[in-house]
């Protein structure tokens, strides 16, 4: 058993985000972290490794210095035995089929037999590359879980879907896991173990290392257009007492925006 | 142009309200690049009904699809696919449409873009806007694959007008081949709508202080006006609410028509699940509070006081 987890190093929930004036480029201030949903993947691959006594690859497409710093602290600090970070200069443009295909080239070349992902990237939002990667390798996948039980070759997880509905599903590894929020509490790293992490292996390769050209990362989804989010109406306080307020909102929403 | 396939989703023999949505959208969008609408449905529903919202033919691929796994239905809109051979596809922003359609998209080798909250037509194409960072930034997303696909926020287009006849149904056989099984399914017993696709909710944080309150103030409510609860995560982490009813960054993205905030203070990573919607009412004593700046009407009020009051306003202007 090998386990895989693929951890993407995002800017922070509280960045803030300035389009150009172009709208060609945007500007992100803010620190970056492994996202959140992929703290949940990092941790369900340690509780994995502590069961099966086996090792755990992590995977990140797109390197640079705060990115590996990040994967050192966090990912190599809790327990992930290497780091593989894929960096090539015809990344820079990819999409999220780009990314999979490396993602899945890479996974490949180590031979896991599971893989944990994040249910999303909280930068770009796009919810994509998990699915394209099972799909790519020929795997069955299950997204959103927040239960998972691997016996032998075989799981039973429970995804939770839209509308509060969970559902338990079963099927045999090799697979990709989405982690939703609830699948588990992610512990913290310890000191002593982020310096100790910074001894274990990380390797970059680049794409052609993994069997790969620039062509096939090449983006068919670009993003361009950069702005702000579309502006609402300017609001208004309502005044007077809360008898007042009240009846004043059921006919504002009634006659003014037509909502009731 | 050999057109727009919609995906149209449905439950028990219902089309989801999505699917109108969509085809309402989709009629819109060929008027303007002077193609044609098609749907593809997947196994046993009305799809000539259809035709009443535009599409033209309708993609009925065979076999039971009542229980879901992403690669029999990537393997059962490949094959419709290859026999409408759209130049775009739309399909709802839901569960399906987050897990199974980039796997499509990856089998079709082609580009997708993710929860649209617009889409348009420019140059000969279909460009879809969508938000990023959580909502804090909007980009414009160009396909070049084809199909280029796109999945819609519920809620992002209005419902079209029923008119036009049936739509010719052409009946497409593929294998679909499941590789989990559904051994279980748990679905609240509740009949209004999920946050995801609610056209009203009523929201509860912190302010609520225990789940006692939360229950007797929010959920009344939220009832007199057949409103979706949802919580801040502050409720949702004291235990007040259920982490499905959480709104925000690491919660539901909600696009209602009205949203009503009870004593939330309006933290960034609320405002990203929820700051798309149509009208938003924010109550909160403090004046100061964030929310007050997306509000559309705001009210400087302690909750307790406003709820019970507006709760009687909302039955009797609804009785
Ligand atoms: C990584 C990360 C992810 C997060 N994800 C989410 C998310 O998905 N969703 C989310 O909601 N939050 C999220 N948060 C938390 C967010 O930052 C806020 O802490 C949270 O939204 C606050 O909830 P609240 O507004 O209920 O509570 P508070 O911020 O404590 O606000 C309570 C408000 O109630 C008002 N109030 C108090 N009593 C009354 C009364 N009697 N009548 C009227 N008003 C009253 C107060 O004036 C105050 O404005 C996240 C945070 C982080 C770091
Ligand atoms: N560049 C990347 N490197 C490693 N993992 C990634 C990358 N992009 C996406 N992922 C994984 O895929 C999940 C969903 O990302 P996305 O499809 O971009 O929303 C993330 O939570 C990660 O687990």
Same mark, same amino acid.
């Given at each position: 058993?090998?386990?895989?987890?693929?951890?993407?190093?995002?800017?922070?929930?509280?960045?803030?985000?300035?389009?150009?004036?172009?709208?060609?480029?945007?500007?992100?201030?803010?620190?970056?972290?492994v996202?959140?949903?992929d703290?949940?993947?990092?941790?369900?691959?340690?509780?994995?490794?502590?069961?099966?006594k086996?090792?755990?690859?992590?995977?990140?497409?797109?390197?640079?210095?705060?990115?590996?710093?990040?994967?050192?602290?966090?990912?190599?600090?809790?327990?992930?035995?290497?780091?593989?970070?894929v960096?090539?200069?015809?990344?820079?443009?990819?999409?999220?089929?780009?990314?999979?295909?490396?993602?899945?080239?890479?996974?490949?070349?180590?031979?896991?037999?599971v893989?944990?992902?994040?249910?999303?990237?909280?930068?770009?939002?796009?919810?994509?590359?998990?699915?394209?990667?099972?799909?790519?390798?020929?795997?069955?996948?299950v997204?959103?879980?927040?239960?998972?039980?691997?016996?032998?070759?075989?799981?039973?997880?429970?995804?939770?879907?839209?509308?509060?509905?969970?559902?338990?599903?079963a099927?045999?590894?090799?697979?990709?896991?989405?982690?939703?929020?609830?699948?588990?509490?992610?512990?913290?790293?310890?000191?002593?173990?982020?310096?100790a992490?910074?001894?274990?292996?990380?390797?970059?390769?680049?794409?052609?290392?993994?069997?790969?050209?620039?062509?096939?990362?090449?983006?068919?989804?670009?993003?361009?257009?950069?702005?702000?989010?579309?502006?609402?109406?300017?609001g208004?306080?309502?005044?007077?007492?809360?008898?007042?307020?009240?009846?004043?909102?059921?006919r504002l929403?009634?006659?003014?925006v037509?909502?009731? | 142009?050999?057109?727009?396939?919609?995906?149209?989703?449905?439950?028990?023999?219902?089309?989801?309200?999505?699917?109108?949505?969509?085809?309402? =959208?989709?009629?819109?969008?060929?008027?303007?690049?002077?193609?044609?609408?098609?749907?593809?449905?997947?196994?046993?529903?009305?799809a000539?009904?259809?035709?009443?919202?535009?599409?033209?033919?309708?993609?009925?691929?065979?076999?039971?699809?009542?229980?879901?796994?992403?690669?029999?239905?990537?393997?059962?809109l490949?094959?419709?696919?290859?026999?409408?051979?759209?130049?775009?596809?739309?399909?709802p922003?839901?569960?399906?449409? =987050?897990?199974?359609?980039?796997?499509l998209?990856?089998?079709?080798?082609?580009g997708?873009?993710?929860?649209?909250?617009?889409?348009?037509?420019?140059?000969?194409?279909?460009?879809?806007?969508r938000?990023?960072?959580?909502? =804090?930034?909007?980009?414009?997303?160009?396909?070049?694959?084809?199909?280029?696909?796109?999945?819609?926020?519920?809620?992002?287009?209005?419902?079209?007008?029923?008119?036009?006849?049936?739509?010719?149904?052409?009946?497409?056989?593929?294998?679909?081949?499941?590789?989990?099984?559904?051994?279980?399914?748990?679905?609240?017993?509740s009949?209004?709508?999920?946050?995801?696709?609610?056209?009203?909710?009523?929201?509860?944080?912190?302010?609520l202080?225990?789940?006692?309150?939360?229950?007797?103030?929010?959920?009344?409510?939220?009832?007199?006006?057949g409103?979706?609860?949802g919580?801040?995560?502050?409720?949702?982490d004291?235990?007040?609410?259920?982490?499905?009813?959480?709104?925000?960054?690491?919660?539901?993205?909600?696009?209602?028509?009205?949203?009503?905030?009870?004593?939330?203070?309006?933290?960034?990573?609320?405002?990203?699940?929820?700051?798309?919607?149509?009208?938003?009412?924010?109550?909160?004593?403090?004046?100061?509070?964030?929310?007050?700046?997306?509000?559309?009407?705001?009210?400087?009020?302690?909750?307790?006081?406003?709820?019970?009051?507006?709760?009687?306003?909302?039955?009797?202007?609804?009785?």
């Open positions: 058993m090998k386990v895989g987890l693929c951890a993407k190093v995002t800017a922070d929930t509280d960045a803030r985000l300035k389009a150009s004036a172009d709208g060609s480029s945007f500007e992100v201030n803010g620190k970056v972290v996202g959140p949903y703290a949940f993947a990092v941790e369900e691959a340690i509780k994995t490794k502590e069961k099966f086996c090792e755990v690859v992590s995977f990140t497409v797109g390197g640079g210095d705060d990115v590996v710093a990040q994967l050192r602290g966090t990912v190599l600090a809790l327990g992930a035995d290497k780091a593989v970070v960096s090539d200069p015809a990344l820079a443009g990819t999409d999220s089929l780009g990314v999979a295909r490396t993602l899945a080239a890479a996974i490949k070349k180590e031979g896991c037999d893989v944990f992902c994040g249910k999303q990237a909280i930068d770009d939002d796009n919810v994509q590359v998990p699915a394209m990667v099972a799909e790519l390798l020929g795997w069955a996948q997204s959103r879980i927040v239960e998972l039980e691997i016996e032998g070759t075989d799981f039973k997880a429970t995804r939770s879907m839209d509308g509060g509905v969970r559902e338990v599903v099927g045999s590894l090799p697979a990709v896991f989405t982690a939703e929020r609830g699948l588990n509490t992610p512990r913290y790293p310890k000191l002593p173990a982020v310096i992490a910074k001894k274990k292996p990380l390797e970059t390769p680049d794409l052609a290392a993994l069997g790969l050209s620039g062509g096939d990362v090449a983006a068919k989804a670009v993003t361009t257009a950069y702005g702000a989010p579309p502006e609402r109406p300017k208004r306080k309502l005044e007077g007492d809360v008898d007042t307020m009240v009846s004043e909102l059921v929403l009634r006659e003014e037509k909502v009731l | 142009m050999s057109g727009i396939l919609i995906v149209a989703e449905h439950e028990g023999g219902s089309f989801k309200k999505s699917a109108t949505e969509l085809l309402g =959208k989709a009629t819109q969008l060929a008027a303007a690049l002077g193609t044609s609408v098609s749907a593809v449905v997947l196994g046993d529903a009305p000539a009904d259809l035709g009443k919202y535009g599409a033209t033919t309708v993609y009925q691929v065979g076999g039971d699809f009542s229980s879901y796994d992403p690669a029999a239905m990537t393997d059962a490949a094959a419709a696919i290859a026999q409408a051979q759209p130049d775009v596809v739309l399909a922003a839901s569960y399906a449409g =987050k897990d199974a359609i980039p796997r998209a990856a089998r079709l080798d082609t997708m873009a993710t929860e649209c909250t617009d889409l348009r037509a420019e140059g000969g194409a279909v460009v879809g806007r938000p990023l960072f959580a909502g =804090k930034l909007y980009g414009d997303v160009k396909i070049s694959g084809k199909p280029a696909i796109f999945t819609v926020r519920a809620n992002s287009f209005s419902q079209p007008a029923a008119g036009g006849g049936a739509a010719s149904v052409v009946a497409v056989a593929a294998e679909a081949k499941a590789l989990t099984k559904v051994l279980e399914r748990k679905a609240p017993s009949t209004v709508a999920d946050l995801t696709e609610a056209d009203r909710i009523v929201s509860g944080g912190r302010s202080k225990t789940a006692g309150d939360f229950d007797a103030v929010i959920r009344p409510l939220a009832a007199s006006i409103a979706t609860v919580a801040s995560r502050a409720a949702v004291a235990g007040m609410a259920h982490h499905n009813e959480q709104v925000g960054q690491t919660g539901k993205t909600v696009n209602p028509t009205l949203y009503i905030a009870m004593g939330i203070s309006g933290a960034i990573q609320h405002l990203a699940g929820m700051r798309t919607s149509k009208v938003i009412v924010a109550v909160n004593k403090d004046p100061e509070a964030p929310i007050f700046e997306h509000a559309t009407y705001g009210l400087v009020a302690d909750l307790f006081e406003v709820a019970p009051k507006l709760q009687a306003a909302f039955e009797k202007a609804l009785s």
